[in-house]
């Protein structure tokens, strides 16, 4: 538009003039293209960003006057991801397809900008597509299983862990981790190797469950887990183990035969046949101590103490060991001195199995005394002087042990013990024997007639004094008198000599 103002003059005297304003407007004609300016836009978006996002705005200019410039994708906007609308008179870019890494990484657009005269021009528009984390680590086995031998040095790689993880770069960067520290091994953070840390030892482990973990270093981090076993190669050096060491339980004393008490378990640490475990009760099944035995060359064996309560009832009386129960006292002893214990058992349990012993019978109940006391065995004591050179040496009597309304009875002998308190007696002796003209006698012609009450003793004898020639030989254990081969007369002797005897 042009705005002046026009004056005309004449040429008189005076001369005389006039003015007047002109404006002059001139109508745009559209001679002008849309301008993109800059030409290339570039953008990134995560994939996970929705539908809606904006992602970027572009601008196109046009010198024609009130531009209405219209925007669209006309190329690369594969699977209709994105859409564009005029606003403010630029074109914004939106998301209108949810995005997905994997299958579009970059987008290269070409944004169109035409006026309503259909002039136009392009811009082309690079969108990146940003991987989010949006995939965990996967393992490729669950769990893993490897072996080591148990000799294997420090430092052994046992195997190698690797888990995938769909996304890329840093949100695909696996970093392994073990969740418990296992002082054994470690691993490799970046490789997922599994490695010795100290020498191992199956008597001590014989196997290890690693939980790995694989997290990758998106925000947030995702991680996978996954159960590593380790088994240790074994040799045959380790017996059977029970756990626990010892086993308690309880049956009822009525339970048939073939009713389960209770189990028993051991384990062996080797492997095969040296792993291979039998049980046994050491000589025969009499329940005192359990063995397991394993099947390997030689084979180990390890024991267990099995307690197995019988719950009781009330059906058993007091049992004596035997029929019969013999017991020994020496002479002599004072009265109320103990000749021994007498005892029986009761396979009841409490009450029932409380025994009350008494004397109830027999020829000499009268010349001893029983003092029961609750729970233990009952003290024979004697009620007279017992001499075992008298007449007896022998007693009987019958103790019965009560556990009412039950009871049993056993015979009671006690044997009186000789003891060393008679000397041996010796009384003054003459022999007299005739010896014949040519017969002279080689064997005892006589013996020292000595006693000892103590029939226990063996006597020795001995020449006290006399016999001063030695025309006598005396036999020092049976008291024989022989004569001296020196000694060969028809005269007649009158010897006398002393003789002593020892009781021993």
Known sequence: M????????????????????????????NDNDPVFEPKIYGASISEIDPPGTPVISVTATDQDEDPRLIYQITNGNVRGRFNVISQNRQGLISVAQPLDYRLEKRFVL??????SGGRFDTATVYINITDANTHRPIFEHTPYTASVAEDAPVGT?????????????????????????????RIDPATGAVVTTRLLNREEMAGYTIVVTAMDNGSPPLADTTNVEIEVSDVNDNPPNFDPNSYVNAVSEDAPVGT???QIFATDKDL?????????FTGGDNGEVAYAVDRGSPALSTSVTITVYVEDVNDNPPRFESDKLQLTIAENSPIGSTVGEVKAYDPDEGPNA??????????????????????EAAELTTRIELDYESNIKKYSLIVRASSPPLRNDVDVEILVTDVNDNAPILKDFTIMFNNYKNYFPVGPFGKVPAFDADVTDRLKYKIASGNNANLLILNETTGELKLSPSLNTNVPIHAVMEVSVYGK
């Open 2 to 29: 042009y705005d002046f103002t026009v004056s005309a003059a004449d040429h008189g005297s005076p001369v005389r003039s006039a003015t007047a304003s002109v404006i002059i407007r001139i109508q745009d004609i």
């Open 110 to 115: 070409t944004v169109s900008a035409t006026d």
């Open 157 to 185: 790689t046992v195997l190698v862990v690797e888990a995938s993880d769909g996304d890329v770069g840093e949100n695909s960067r696996i970093t392994y981790s073990m969740d418990e520290e296992v002082p054994e091994f």
């Open 260 to 262: 389960s008490v209770l």
């Open 272 to 280: 095969g046949l040296n792993g291979q475990i039998r049980y046994t």
């Open 354 to 375: 409380e025994i009350q012993y008494s004397i109830v019978g027999g020829p000499d109940a009268d010349s001893f005394n029983l003092v029961s006391r609750p729970g």
